[in-house]
């Protein structure tokens, strides 16, 4: 399979932003934050090298895969035609897949 250019979600953009800013106060280290931001970031580029080497997570929205980083976090992306694209970057053990499924009050989800 041909490279894939790789896209963030603004939402993706939002929680590596919220990374950046967790790391660097549990750290006290700008530097520490911004390498540990730079090296997710890295990762998810590299997805677009073998977009479907990630794990299939159909259950939770069609189309979707995760791929873990560093044992502490988990990026979750859409193969688009053409594209790839970052839909989240998890960190620090938070519960995803709830964002994926729908509520009681609400017929689909907003992670896409």
């Known amino acids: 399979m041909r490279r894939l250019a790789v896209f963030f979600r603004p939402e993706a953009l939002d929680d590596l932003g919220d990374i950046f800013r967790f790391v660097r106060q549990a750290s006290g280290n700008t530097s520490v934050a911004a390498s540990f931001?730079?090296?997710?970031?890295?990762?998810?580029?590299?997805?677009?090298?073998?977009p479907r080497a990630g794990r299939p997570r159909d259950d939770l929205i069609s189309g979707l895969r995760t791929v873990p980083f560093e044992r502490s976090a988990v990026?979750?992306?859409?193969?688009?035609?053409?594209?790839v694209r970052i839909t989240n970057v998890f960190y620090g053990g938070k519960d995803y897949e709830a964002l994926y499924r729908p509520s009681d009050d609400d017929s689909g989800t907003d992670a896409t």
């Open 37 to 50: 931001v730079r090296r997710i970031k890295a990762r998810c580029d590299r997805i677009g090298d073998a």
């Open 75 to 83: 990026i979750a992306y859409l193969i688009e035609d053409d594209r």
